[in-house]
């Protein structure tokens, strides 16, 4: 998915690309080569201090004690979906059920439950609103994607092709497309040579249709002899599906990202300033140590805590970013890495998994991509959905408890649209 530039690049005044409103002048440049701009951006932000869009809490479902359709045990950063009506759908990834509250956050219902049948789930973590208000809940253990209607009723279910692969990642938008990363590792299969990723999406009443792009495996992961090694911090491909069906793709072993068209056409290149940051000893013995107590704690003993050991790598250098989503009024929202050594012991981070990372800020780009400034998020909450000028997510409590959070953008944001009505 590279492209190659043919003709000489157009470089275009800054003055004509400048500035945002009431803020100061953007400080990078923009580029057009055979149809592709390039957008390049320092690391001079363009909201001056005092004008970066902030955070409200408007509501928090879960408590400690008392209720327990109010009680929740682990959710994920994505277990969490949000309707045309504002209902929120919520997957207790423990309990295995999907609890629907309104969007004052009253308790509706609850869908699902553990096991095998019709509706049932034995490993599902993530919840998906796909089109028409349709509810997808992919479960891994049972290999199957399931459809929910809009009252909660079960409406089917499609199986996850066995030469199909592994999955990777779930997401959807705003406009109701759920996509799927596809990775070729399949366990008791050779690694092909050269692995190749893809990103599917699936129809509301059947299996993965159209491919939306491919591009190389990540490094995470590698096997060899029947054996899978795992590499923290590894390059890997990070994506997203926009609310007009662009994709963002962009490999975080540097900060640049490609914006395609629905058309599956590269229109631009986005790379922010960027000082690569090592992997440094403190960051392996904290890790190191966080999974040796979690091993142990498992029963394993001295010998079985040293073989896991031995299968896990660290990269030279710490990713420049890990996720990318599209936020309020077109702009992209981009998630830093914070340095293992650098985590709160009270921030909630488990190193159980080279995915667990602390959120505590966002770096935003406006609708052309121009850098804009950071958005501080509050602690101990990772955010799952994005609609309108509204952002959903999880927050990990002082107990350990698990809310569901839905805050307010403040700020100049213009006209945010898909932000969907309360009932």
């Known amino acids: 998915m590279n492209a190659r530039c043919v003709t000489?690049?157009?470089l275009l005044p800054l003055s004509l690309v400048g500035c945002s409103k009431g803020g100061a002048r953007w400080t990078g440049t923009m580029e057009d080569s055979a149809g592709v701009a390039s957008v390049r951006n320092t690391e001079a932000a363009i909201w001056r201090p005092g004008e970066e869009w902030t955070l409200e809490e408007e509501l928090r479902i879960g408590v400690v004690e008392g209720d327990d359709e109010y009680q929740f045990g682990a959710i994920v950063s994505r277990g969490i979906a949000v309707d045309s009506h504002g209902r929120i759908f919520v997957l207790d990834a423990q309990a295995q059920k999907i609890r629907v509250f309104s969007g004052r956050g009253e308790y509706l219902q609850t869908i699902g439950g553990p096991g095998g049948g019709p509706g049932e789930f034995a490993r599902a973590s993530v919840a998906l609103m796909g089109p028409g208000d349709t509810l997808f809940v992919p479960d891994l253990r049972n290999r199957r994607m399931n459809r929910f209607s809009p009252d909660g009723s079960f409406v089917g279910s499609s199986r996850f092709?066995?030469?199909g692969g592994s999955s990777v990642a779930f997401k959807s938008n705003g406009s109701g497309v759920v996509a799927e990363q596809v990775s070729p590792l399949v366990y008791g299969r050779a690694w092909p040579d050269h692995p190749q990723d893809v990103i599917v999406t699936w129809t509301s009443d059947g299996p993965r249709s159209d491919t939306l792009a491919g591009f190389p495996s990540g490094q995470t992961w590698f096997v060899e002899g029947g054996a899978i090694d795992e590499t923290w911090y590894a390059p890997e491909y990070c994506w997203e599906v926009t609310n007009d069906s662009r994709v963002l793709i962009g490999r975080n072993d540097d900060y640049r990202f490609g914006v395609f068209s629905p058309g599956?056409?590269?229109?631009r290149i986005v790379t922010k300033a960027y000082e690569p940051r090592p992997v440094r000893s403190q960051d392996v013995d904290r890790v190191r140590s966080h999974l040796e107590n979690r091993w142990k704690g498992m029963g394993a003993s001295p010998t079985q805590v040293a073989q896991l050991w031995s299968e896990q790598h660290f990269n030279e250098f710490l990713p420049a970013f890990r996720t990318l989503d599209e936020g309020p009024a077109g702009t992209i929202w981009v998630q830093r890495v914070t340095p293992p050594s650098e985590v709160l012991e009270d921030e909630g981070l488990s190193f159980t998994w080279p995915s667990d990372w602390v959120v505590?800020?966002?770096?935003?780009?406006?609708?052309?991509?121009?850098?804009?400034?950071?958005v501080t998020m509050p602690r101990r909450f990772t955010p799952s959905v994005f609609l309108g000028?509204?952002?959903y997510g999880v927050r990990l409590g002082e107990s350990g408890v698990s809310y569901v959070m839905r805050l307010r953008v403040v700020g100049d944001i213009g006209d945010p649209s898909r932000a969907p009505q309360e009932r």
């Open 8 to 10: 000489p690049a157009i």
């Open 161 to 163: 092709p066995p030469e």
């Open 264 to 267: 599956h056409r590269l229109e």
């Open 360 to 374: 505590r800020g966002l770096e935003v780009f406006d609708s052309e991509e121009r850098y804009l400034g950071v």
């Open 389 to 391: 000028d509204r952002i």
